[in-house]
């Protein structure tokens, strides 16, 4: 077992960012595709009693309407999804997606105590049932936005490696050697 573990382990494919850039992709791939049901009358007569029953979304049927709500949604996820996708190049631009996504599912998951016949009468609390088993896959979903949110920060507020190697011989004291090191990095 323990040669199989470490066989895995020095594979090629678990080396560097693989897991990271896996979540980031299903991410992306998730708000593409629950964005683009957002446009259908099927989907808006589906998110009734979700946003009517939702204490941060109650707001939304009296502002847009039913299809308009649906649509609002719609665009929100695809501008999530775009942020999510940009985020590979822009780390700043993800932060400000997996912020966007954890908002989405703080959002949804403020729904559950709310939504009617979410609780099996007849086996109590925790058998779920209806909506509320499908929103639970949200607390997932919530987990791994803040998991992309953290790494986002930590990634876009670490130093590059030409802005570390400019501190460093910034610090060193005014001498050939220093002057030498910045000229060989920076003009080559």
């Known amino acids: 077992?323990?040669?199989?573990?470490?066989?895995?382990?020095?594979?090629?494919?678990?080396?560097?960012?693989?897991?990271?850039?896996?979540?980031?992709?299903?991410?992306?791939?998730i708000f593409v595709l629950f964005g683009y049901q957002k446009w259908f009358?099927?989907?808006?007569?589906?998110?009734i009693p979700f946003i009517k029953y939702g204490?941060?979304?109650?707001?939304?049927h009296s502002v847009f309407g039913i299809q308009g709500a649906s649509y609002f949604l719609g665009v929100s996820e695809w501008l999530t999804a775009a942020l999510l996708m940009w985020g590979f190049w822009n780390k700043k631009a993800g932060a400000l997606g997996a912020?966007?996504?954890?908002?989405?599912?703080?959002?949804?998951l403020s729904i559950i105590p709310f939504m009617p016949d979410g609780w099996n009468e007849a086996a109590g609390f925790p058998a779920m049932q209806g909506n509320v088993a499908f929103l639970?896959?949200?607390?997932?979903?919530?987990?791994v936005?803040?998991?992309?949110l953290q790494q986002d920060l930590a990634?876009?507020?670490?130093?590059t490696d030409k802005q570390r190697v400019c501190c460093e011989v910034h610090q060193l004291p005014a001498t050939a050697t220093a002057e030498a090191a910045y000229m060989e990095h920076f003009v080559g």
């Open 136 to 143: 639970m896959k949200d607390v997932v979903l919530l987990a």
């Open 1 to 29: 077992m323990n040669r199989l573990i470490n066989i895995v382990a020095n594979s090629h494919f678990f080396k560097g960012d693989v897991g990271y850039h896996l979540v980031r992709s299903s991410m992306v791939i």
């Open 155 to 159: 990634r876009s507020l670490a130093p």
């Open 145 to 148: 936005s803040v998991y992309l």
């Open 41 to 47: 009358e099927y989907e808006a007569q589906t998110l």
């Open 99 to 108: 912020l966007l996504s954890v908002g989405t599912f703080i959002t949804t």
């Open 55 to 60: 204490p941060l979304t109650f707001w939304m």
